[in-house]
């Protein structure tokens, strides 16, 4: 069974860093395009960050300059490293796998999320 | 505010049809990108729910049911149960910005009266 499980999230003052972990199980995630979705509490969804395959990276306007993707191969895990955190950067953080060939693939699966609350 | 629009809310009766509508522009669904669902329960993860405008995973439903046309696309759902009460989004690419950008719609909250 595919499986993706979030850790690293808690309450962290405006300013701090945080790194969430996403440990798979199921697939390989070197070999899938892994993005972070976030959604901020009572809010949509809003696309994060991607690290592809190959190993390259993107990032929204939002968050680009201060969080950083990254993977262990070794572990199967995804990680996403984020520094001067904001207020506005309180969300429920999820990684998910891209399927499709294509630039316009889906998501699937998700993991369980993990709730990053930025606050003083 | 979202790149892709759909509206905040629908409700319907057990058995009825509903259908989400998710618009967006000639940068996205309009320039012939794939439009994808997902169906998300109070407290739970997201979960795909169409793929490729109008595929269904294994263990959806046929009630469910999508479709694409011009820069709109519209999730239909027929003989509606209680536990389709949940949160629906859609989602594309946009091509607007230099690097890759997935986007998603606001949300629509599917209440069964």
């Known amino acids: 069974e595919v499986q993706l499980v979030e850790t690293g999230g808690g309450l962290i003052q405006p300013g701090g860093s945080l790194r969430l972990s996403c440990a798979a199980s199921?697939?390989?995630?070197?070999?899938?395009?892994m993005s972070w979705v976030r959604q901020a509490p009572g809010k949509g969804l809003e696309w994060v960050s991607v690290?592809?395959?190959?190993?390259?990276?993107y990032y929204a306007d939002s968050v680009k300059g201060r969080f950083t993707i990254s993977r262990d191969n070794s572990k199967n895990t995804l990680y996403l490293q984020m520094n001067s955190l904001r207020a506005e950067d309180t969300a429920v953080y999820y990684c998910a796998s891209r399927g499709g060939g294509g630039p316009d693939g889906w998501f699937d699966p998700w993991g369980q999320g993990t709730l990053v609350t930025v606050s003083s | 505010q979202s790149v892709l629009t759909q509206p905040p809310s629908v409700s319907g009766a057990p058995g009825q049809r509903v259908t989400i509508s998710c618009t967006g522009s000639?940068?996205?669904?309009?320039?012939?990108?794939?439009v994808h669902w997902y169906q998300q329960l109070p407290g739970t993860a997201p979960k795909l729910l169409i793929y490729?405008?109008?595929n269904r995973p294994s263990g959806v439903p046929d009630r469910f049911s999508g479709s694409k046309s011009g820069t709109s696309a519209s999730l239909a759902i027929t003989g509606l149960q209680a536990e389709d009460e949940a949160d629906y989004y859609c989602q594309s690419y946009d091509s607007s910005l230099s690097g890759p950008n997935w986007v998603f719609g606001g949300g629509t909250k599917l209440t069964v009266l």
């Open positions: 690290i592809y395959s190959g190993g390259s990276t």
């Open positions: 490729g405008n109008s």
């Open positions: 000639s940068s996205n669904i309009g320039a012939g990108y794939d």
């Open positions: 199921g697939f390989t995630v070197s070999s899938n395009y």
